[in-house]
């Protein structure tokens, strides 16, 4: 009987441990994150015989619903979103070459509510560029392309493709040999079942220590949000007094792929389930944002610890942060005023570019302020924002941020 009476007293602990750390934020304008159907994408290889030119979109990342000779010289791109209603950012991704050295055109086909959006890159050689701007031809709102092909295949892409491998040889690469204060998790599963990761960062104990949380790919093609992240994290994990002093104050959860289903699919905004996770975090619908927002409880709750900031990396028309209104109450008030004026300080010939809201809809901004009483920014680069800027942007906010957690500013 007491083993029972144990047992049952263990389970019904775990279940309040289970909800608490899943305890969902109410927001006046709730959004539906139930599954809904999507459209898969068919993997082949497309042929267009009589000229000898191909297309395949058989990689991870990959974007490309049909491929069909136009004319001699000229075939139609045909590109689809995983379901609608959906955000305009029309990814595309493919592979093509032909079998012998030729000039070739691609007009690109979207759905009719839809206009091209992404310049195209082009990864020749495993070297990615932009494509070159007279190679571009526009008519009204339709673009198309022209590439010369040869039995080398080159990618196209809306963005630079990202995977989730690319994802995990990034941070592989990047934490080693630096176990003293770096742990590489997994918080659990996706929809798919594919990994997601968490890349915990601290100097020795974690108890007591204020959390930051840094999230990225929500949003499968912004990628100039990754690449922030990525330069953010880098600098974060370079070795030098300042990171030693904020790494033994200040513990980090990085989470750098939230959505690998979408991503490693090639969708333009959803997750597996057709769902878009930045407007999941006040129910928990989709294992993707439960299992983080679960992670990130659980680790306040054992470390007896608050959580001061959380950023968001996304990307959109131009550089922009989104910040909450509500600040003063925070866990760090005045933390945007201080870090945006240092960024000005040190980044040349820089201006802010900041539009504040308290989000209705359950977006991670939100949940930061009203489920943790956080800093919400969601850091959004531009898609065309230069490659090199996003690296210098990522490490000056990383190293302003440090300077201003650890009262040296
Ligand atoms: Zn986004």
């Not at 010369?148 to 934490?175: C, F, G, H, M, R």
């Not at 990396?313 to 925070?330: C, G, I, L, P």
Request: hydrophobic share 35%; aromatic share 12%.
């Amino acid at each position: 009987m007491i083993t029972n009476k144990t047992s049952i007293g263990i389970l019904f602990l775990l279940l309040i441990i289970s909800c608490t750390s899943t305890k969902k934020v109410v927001f006046s304008d709730p959004v539906d994150t139930t599954t809904k159907h999507i459209a898969n994408q068919i993997k082949k290889t497309y042929s267009i015989l009589d000229a000898g030119v191909y297309a395949s979109n058989e990689f991870d990342g990959a974007r490309l619903n049909g491929f069909e000779k136009l004319n001699d010289s000229t075939a139609l791109v045909i590109i689809h979103p995983e379901n609608a209603p959906i955000n305009m950012s029309p990814y595309y991704a493919f592979k093509t070459w032909s079998n012998r050295p030729k000039p070739f055109y691609f007009k690109f086909q979207y759905p009719k509510w839809n206009k091209h959006r992404y310049i195209p890159k082009l990864k020749i050689e495993n070297e990615w560029r932009t494509i070159d701007s007279t190679a571009v031809f526009k008519e009204d709102s339709i673009v198309t392309i022209k590439l010369n092909l040869s039995t080398a295949p080159i990618t196209v892409a809306a963005q630079e493709v990202n995977s989730s491998t690319d994802v995990k040889n990034w941070y592989t690469n990047l934490t080693k040999g630096k176990q003293d204060v770096v742990t590489i998790k997994s918080v659990g599963k996706s929809k798919l079942g594919k990994n997601l990761p968490v890349i915990e960062i601290v100097k020795g104990e974690t108890k007591g220590k204020d959390l930051i949380v840094l999230i990225t790919r929500q949003h499968p093609p912004e990628v100039t949000g990754y690449f922030a992240f990525q330069s953010f994290l880098e600098t974060i994990l370079t070795d030098n007094n300042l990171t030693r002093d904020f790494l033994k104050k200040y513990h980090i959860i990085a989470f750098p792929i939230m959505n690998p289903d979408g991503v490693d699919m090639g969708h333009w905004r959803h997750n597996a389930s057709g769902i878009d996770l930045n407007r999941d975090w006040g129910v928990y619908n989709q294992p993707e944002i439960k299992k983080v927002v679960s992670f990130i409880n659980t680790t306040l709750r054992k470390n007896k610890a608050k959580l001061i900031l959380g950023l968001d990396f996304h990307s959109t028309w131009y550089d922009v942060f989104y910040t909450n209104t509500d600040r003063e109450n925070t866990n760090y008030p005045n933390f945007e005023a201080k870090w945006f004026k240092s960024l000005e300080e040190n980044i040349p010939d820089y201006e802010v570019n900041e539009a504040s809201s308290n989000s209705n809809k359950p977006t991670s901004k939100g949940w930061f302020l009203s489920g943790q009483n956080a800093v919400g920014i969601t850091y959004e680069i531009g898609d065309d924002t230069p490659r090199d800027f996003i690296k210098l942007k990522g490490k000056v906010s990383a190293t302003e941020m440090m300077k201003i957690l650890v009262g040296s500013k």
